[in-house]
């Protein structure tokens, strides 16, 4: 049997081709043939271009359905999908191109001159806008659908997702065919998609959340995607009559109770509302239950490994827990020899199950690293299960700041700002944010005599980082704390700017 996951969704596809599939404002509806014939040109053009099967196509590209057929054409080509971040700078790209290795990088065509500078000799170039055109449909325009779906087994790549560590140097999560079918038959049961659905999707292509758990849930269950370019919360509220779910990061749901619109009667024909990428304050869940009557969904998740865990579809959501884990994913809680802790300790939580990616492109050191003996994955995240066995999530990953549903690892940031003139060294963290949760903040000790200000740190980093990266706020001081062994009080410094956004 093909465990390719393009042939899994087929066997969820309606037996009408016909039947719309996205539905976009103020354009015709796109069936599942027009998907079809799509993604076929679109593969026919890759093998073409001379791809074989694991070859890696980088895509830094607007949201839009033509990005979709290229993604699901790369699924039933047997290419590894690699997307990236719209925001991210020439020089994060310089480096994500020379890892992944590319045969073929797809970007906006304002950026054509950039990605033939950075490509390899031997990957090639083509173009796809917010629109749908570019070199690349032009290209794929005159060929004939590739009807054939290449043969994949489920521990084959089917996408390259980078999450950046603390050395900073960002790390190529590789996904499986078999990660990402699991994990999408899991959540399709637990959230209880069908056909009937509609999916309002106004999450990002190029991150795990809006890629593989929104377009993986209406793919694996046939039902209609709802499709905004972006998320606004205006476009959202008028969108919702039509829709049936919603997934969102908790700065979407904080952004639509700004809305006066947002009401009982606006969410009538909602069924559910799911939140996830980022921790969800109490504040925020028991808000929007009392203006709409849903209690949000939240669940927990990773680059790494997909969904873990979720709040239940029938019985209790609870604020403040990410639920209990998902069918076929086993959860403990270990200690730091990684022996499991007795019920209500609190320890790092470890995963296993087919979710599970299999390591770090090109890093088999940092793979090893990150699996125990017995073969669970260390999240980095310190948890605490209930007696009901509901997960709380207690601590995250060292340093690690979620702003907006997106992460970024301080380290990363300090290497740049460290390089700066005038700088003699820097500690960069998270603090709370009313609108996007956590905002970065770096706080910077300058060399003698030479105080770089905040504006000049600020414009040197906008050069260098996407634009989620770059913090919010820069605090000079004379000096960092640092304990007895000399290390940065991070956790110091994060009560001392608490309430820098308040």
Not at 72 to 100: I, M, S
Not at 324 to 345: F, K, N, T
Not at 454 to 478: M, T
Request: aromatic residues 8%; proline residues 8%.
């Amino acid at each position: 049997m093909n465990a390719s996951l393009f042939a899994r969704f087929m066997q969820a596809a309606p037996a009408d081709p016909g039947q719309p599939l996205i539905e976009r404002p103020g354009l015709p509806p796109l069936s599942w043939q027009d998907m079809l014939e799509a993604s076929g040109r679109l593969a026919a053009l890759l093998s073409r271009l001379g791809l074989k099967p694991g070859d890696r196509v980088s895509v830094q590209v607007a949201k839009s359905a033509e990005a979709v057929w290229l993604y699901l054409a790369c699924l039933r080509g047997g290419f590894v999908f690699h997307p990236l971040n719209e925001g991210y700078q020439p020089a994060e790209l310089a480096y994500l191109l020379a890892d992944a290795t590319p045969a073929l990088a797809v970007c906006d065509p304002a950026h054509e001159a950039l990605f033939r500078t950075l490509a390899a000799p031997g990957c090639s170039v083509l173009t796809l806008a917010a629109d749908g055109s570019g070199s690349l449909s032009r290209a794929a325009a005159s060929l004939a659908p590739d009807s054939t779906v290449a043969e994949r087994q489920a521990d084959d790549m089917a996408a390259l997702l980078y999450t950046s560590g603390t050395t900073g140097r960002p790390k190529g999560a590789m996904i499986s065919h078999g990660n990402l079918a699991s994990n999408a038959t899991a959540l399709v049961g637990a959230w209880g998609f069908s056909p009937a659905d509609r999916l309002l999707h106004a999450l990002p292509l190029y991150h795990a959340h809006g890629l593989f758990v929104g377009l993986g849930c209406a793919l694996m269950s046939g039902a209609r995607l709802l499709f905004l370019g972006r998320f606004d919360p205006a476009a959202v509220l008028a969108a919702l009559p039509a829709a049936t779910v919603m997934m969102g990061v908790p700065t979407y749901y904080s952004r639509l109770l700004q809305q006066p619109g947002l009401d009982h009667e606006a969410c009538a024909h909602m069924r559910l509302f799911v939140s996830g990428s980022a921790p969800l304050s109490p504040d925020t869940f028991h808000a929007f239950r009392a203006r709409t009557g849903h209690a949000l969904l939240e669940r927990y998740g990773m680059t790494e490994t997909g969904m873990n865990t979720s709040n239940p579809l029938a019985g209790e959501r609870r604020a403040g827990s990410v639920g209990l884990p998902l069918p076929g994913v086993e959860l403990r809680i270990a200690g730091s020899d990684d022996a499991p802790l007795p019920a209500g300790g609190i320890g790092e939580i470890q995963l296993r199950g087919p979710n599970v990616f299999s390591g770090y492109w090109g890093l088999p050191r940092k793979t090893a690293g990150a699996f125990t003996a017995d073969g669970f994955f260390r999240s980095g995240d310190q948890g605490v299960v209930g007696p009901d066995g509901y997960l709380s999530i207690v601590g995250r990953s060292k340093d690690l700041v979620i702003t907006g549903g997106l992460n970024v690892y301080p380290r990363e940031v300090e290497i740049l700002i460290d390089s700066l003139p005038g700088v003699a060294e820097s500690a960069v963290i998270g603090v709370p944010h009313p609108d996007f949760g956590e905002a970065v903040v770096a706080v910077v000790v300058a060399r003698e005599g030479a105080a770089p200000s905040e504006d000049a740190i600020l414009s040197a980093l906008k050069q260098q980082l996407a634009g989620f990266k770059i913090p919010k706020r820069v605090f000079l001081v004379p000096e960092l704390p640092r304990n007895a062994m000399g290390k940065v009080g991070k956790t110091i410094l994060r009560e001392r700017y608490a309430q820098a956004f308040a």
